[in-house]
């Protein structure tokens, strides 16, 4: 994947974790990075990374960018042709390795728009594992409790 392919595809995470149902815009990504970070880059300038006009970025513009994105900057560059995304060591944290999985079957599930939000929003958690304990439990409750779980509740927030 290409500089150009991956801040187009954090574009989109982004904008599906915010809970806009669609990728974050240019715009939105230069002015939400002055008050998020604390700097930012121009929107001409991401508009020639993100076309591939420009291959490289400055030590700073990366920095930024990974900060707001909430990714290792090291991320934020193109990668050789001959590299391979998918886990091969077995060396990695579980959490981690979860974490990787999630992202990777979120982007499978980008036609289901609940299942893709409740993905990606489990690989940002630093124990997605906790919440499947939390969902294997609730699997286990009867069906009459499952359906209280999911009535709407009234504006008093007691459930009717």
């Known amino acids: ?21 669609r990728p974050l815009t240019k715009t939105e990504v230069v002015r939400s990075m002055r008050g998020e970070v604390g700097g930012g880059i121009s ?5 020639q990374l993100e076309s591939g006009a420009r291959e490289h970025m400055s030590p700073r513009t ?12 090291g991320y934020l560059v193109g990668d050789p042709s001959e590299y391979y995304t998918g886990i091969v060591s077995e060396v990695i944290a579980p959490a981690d390795n979860l974490r990787a999985w999630l992202v990777a079957h979120a982007e499978e599930m980008r036609d289901d728009p609940l299942v893709y939000h409740v993905l990606l929003r489990l690989a940002r958690e630093p124990e997605p594992r906790r919440y499947f304990v939390l969902l294997s439990r609730m699997l286990d409750l009867p069906p009459e409790a499952a359906d209280r779980l999911l009535a709407p509740s009234d504006a008093s927030g007691t459930e009717g």
């Open 43 to 47: 929107h001409a300038y991401l508009c």
């Open 1 to 21: 994947m290409n500089l150009a392919e991956k801040l187009r595809h954090l574009r989109g995470l982004e904008g599906e974790l915010r809970g806009y149902g």
């Open 62 to 73: 990366r920095t930024l960018l990974a900060n707001f994105f909430k990714v290792h900057p």
